[in-house]
């Protein structure tokens, strides 16, 4: 079994003593490293409430993978532990396998561990894997003991095999009475609880319409289900065939708006801290997507980067236009998850994340009927947004990626995350048939671009200007004495102001000053005089 791992810090030390960044990616987030959402957390809040006073609420929590509703709980769950009424148990339909029973197994254990496993000095779910231990422990609890007999059998049964429906049952029943006779409130969290919906089902048939039918009956525990498949989930909750239309209030978690995604890069015990302005131009690339924004801070703060604001290009390029960037890595298997082997999904993504379409232009465009295309388009769920009469991909950071990886793609990173004169380059190179990279040793160095043909590496240095163009000696010498330390060949780019790109022969160069003379008329023939120089 896997479980979620807690955010847990040293405790005995001033904070600054121990201190490490604190953008993290792959845990959920609590307390100083919580940004925000405070409208979400009232809500949830008022539900905790109303179940205190006898009024028990049900809440679907909805938003995209790694937008935060796990960190949400977790840090409500922080916030209401000073006041010791209500239990937590958080339990996500991925970590739990293969079937429904053991996902609430995990549930009432959790709600155990919360109440007496400081007594026991073990956690129970620890013990669920060895059922002999876990039966002992459960016996020798003398707060087991005290139990209720009914109850009492239901706790030791968790020690056993749970596979026919009156176990489920007993299970899903568990946290109402141990709530009950402790005198205590429960909040079950289901992640990912659409997921219950493809899981074996009980014996006795469809599960939802037995959670429905038992939870109506619970006064002391509520519900919060959550999941980032966002059509199933609506539909779950919101479809007059569904056994639990009109049982839920719905709460959609999205993105961080504007301010929030500067002032949580900015927040001042981020290490290192970034400007106003330099988060501003995070903002502008990566949205407000909390997951997004942490791995950029992990990036950014990691050793070797030195907070300087002109890194932002290499930070970006690494993470994004990379095969190696983490989110990159994220994209490839969101793009997997959502295609399988199908060549025609891809081909959907592919098309709208061009620019957004109409049915019959995404119809035309992979070569289907509109008929079929609506169905592919149905298939790839919340991939795709619908605006008026348009079709587009919902998150436009994915769509950047899926451009970069399709033909002429190499001049998707400059037009992202380069100025107007290296997009106009790179979108020049990219008809070469040039793979263009910015990768730290290019932009942080004597050139803005690295662009890689065949065995030839071509560092090019971008102007905007009219020529002739001037360069300071020292500019030109660092130039030769990089390119000849890391084996490339270089040229000067020239983005004229009427959008004219010229590559420019440095060894044309005369008198400090280059010429429209040393204009290059066919660069690949300029580049096949040289062989490769160097290990792509």
């Not at 568990?174 to 402790?182: N, R, T």
């Not at 001049?411 to 040039?434: C, Q, S, T, W």
């Not at 890689?452 to 010498?477: C, E, N």
Request: charged residues 25%; aromatic residues 8%; contains cysteine.
């Amino acid at each position: 079994m896997i479980s979620k791992v807690a955010n847990l810090q040293p405790c005995l030390l001033p904070w600054h003593l121990y201190h490490v960044p604190v953008f993290s990616s792959h845990i959920p987030v609590t307390e100083r490293d919580f940004w925000n959402r405070s409208h979400e957390l009232g809500k949830l809040g008022q539900a905790v409430d109303r179940l205190e006073q006898g009024h028990p609420h049900w809440i679907a929590l909805i938003g995209s993978r790694k937008i935060g509703k796990t960190s949400l709980l977790r840090e409500l769950e922080r916030r209401r532990a000073v006041h010791h009424k209500t239990i937590f148990a958080v339990a996500d339909t991925f970590e739990v396998a293969p079937d429904i029973t053991s996902i609430f197994k995990v549930v009432a254990l959790r709600i155990l561990d919360r109440v007496i496993s400081s007594d026991l000095g073990v956690s129970l779910e620890s013990l669920s894997a060895s059922p002999d231990e876990l039966r002992r422990t459960l016996q020798h609890s003398d707060r087991i003991a005290s139990l209720p007999a009914g109850v009492r059998t239901a706790v030791y049964s968790l020690a056993d095999g749970m596979d026919e429906t009156p176990a489920l049952r007993a299970c899903v029943d568990l946290p109402e009475q141990l709530a009950q006779a402790w005198d205590q409130y429960v909040i079950v969290a289901i992640d990912e609880f659409q997921e219950l919906t493809s899981k074996p089902q009980s014996k006795g048939g469809d599960v939802i319409p037995m959670l429905r039918a038992l939870w109506q009956r619970h006064r002391r525990v509520g519900y919060v289900i959550s999941g980032s498949e966002r059509t199933m989930l609506l539909d779950l909750v919101t479809s007059k065939r569904s056994p639990f239309f009109g049982h839920f209030d719905i709460m959609d978690l999205g993105p961080f708006d504007r301010e929030d995604a500067i002032g949580f890069l900015c927040a001042p015990h981020h290490d290192p801290p970034l400007s106003r302005d330099f988060a501003k131009k995070v903002h502008e690339v990566l949205g407000g997507h909390p997951f997004y924004l942490q791995l950029f801070g992990q990036s950014w703060s990691r050793p070797g980067k030195d907070g300087d604001a002109d890194l932002l290009k290499d930070v970006l390029g690494e993470l994004v236009f990379s095969n190696t960037g983490r989110l990159s890595l994220h994209f490839l298997n969101e793009h997997g998850r959502l295609v399988g082997r199908s060549g025609t999904l891809a081909a959907v993504l592919d098309a709208l994340a061009t620019r957004p379409q109409r049915l019959f232009e995404l119809a035309a465009t992979i070569r289907a009927s509109s008929a079929a295309t609506k169905t592919y388009v149905q298939r790839l769920g919340d991939a795709i947004i619908k605006r008026a009469d348009l079709y587009a991909l919902t998150d436009p950071v994915f769509a950047s990626w899926l451009r970069w990886r399709g033909p002429g793609g190499a001049a998707v990173p400059m037009k992202v995350i380069g100025d107007e004169a290296e997009a106009n380059v790179a979108a020049h190179l990219a008809r070469l048939g040039f793979d263009l990279i910015y990768q730290s040793r290019a932009s942080r160095g004597a050139f803005d671009l690295l662009a890689i043909r065949g065995g030839v590496q071509l560092g090019v240095q971008v102007k905007r200007t009219t020529l002739p163009l001037s360069l300071p000696s020292a500019d030109w010498k660092r130039m030769e004495a990089e390119a000849a330390r890391l084996g490339w060949r270089w040229v000067v780019a020239v983005a004229t102001p009427d959008e004219q790109v010229r590559f420019l022969d440095p060894s044309q160069r005369r008198g400090g000053r280059i010429h429209e003379a040393a204009a290059i008329a066919n660069l690949l023939l300029w580049l096949d005089r040289f062989s490769p120089q160097g290990p792509l």
